[in-house]
């Protein structure tokens, strides 16, 4: 069975950076990609980022670009998510998830085509 456990969560000040980690088990990592959602209170989860199973290809939401990275390292079977410059909207519950198949022509970033969803890391930036 697949588990996703992140961690790294917290309360920082606008402009703060933070890391986000999610461990996995129960599945061959380093065959899928693995992405991360968010949530904000009130509003429906979201796309953040995906990074493909060799780290070589990477999707981020317009968000995020350029404040968030996403990388994963296959041997710790983890998947990282530095956050940089946050501000007060990125403050959402934030959750790891793994692409549903082996092969994808492209990266996905639609909520329907992962599973096995953590259980999430709550992030909150003060203004």
């Known amino acids: 069975q697949v588990q996703l456990v992140e961690s790294g969560g917290g309360l920082v000040q606008a402009g703060d950076s933070l890391r986000l980690s999610c461990t996995a088990s129960g599945h061959s990592f380093n065959n899928y990609a693995m992405g991360w959602f968010r949530q904000a209170p009130g509003k429906e989860r979201e796309f953040v980022a995906v990074?493909?199973?060799?780290?070589?290809?990477?999707l981020y939401a317009d968000a995020v670009k350029g404040r968030f990275t996403i990388y994963r390292d296959n041997p710790e079977n983890t998947v990282y998510l530095q956050m940089s410059s946050l501000k007060p909207e990125d403050t959402a519950v934030y959750y790891c998830?793994?692409?549903?198949?082996?092969?994808?022509?492209?990266?996905?970033?639609?909520?329907?085509?992962?599973?096995?969803w953590g259980q999430g890391t709550q992030v909150t930036v003060a203004s």
């Open positions: 998830t793994r692409d549903l198949r082996l092969v994808r022509i492209s990266l996905s970033d639609r909520q329907d085509d992962f599973g096995s």
């Open positions: 990074i493909s199973s060799s780290g070589g290809k990477k």
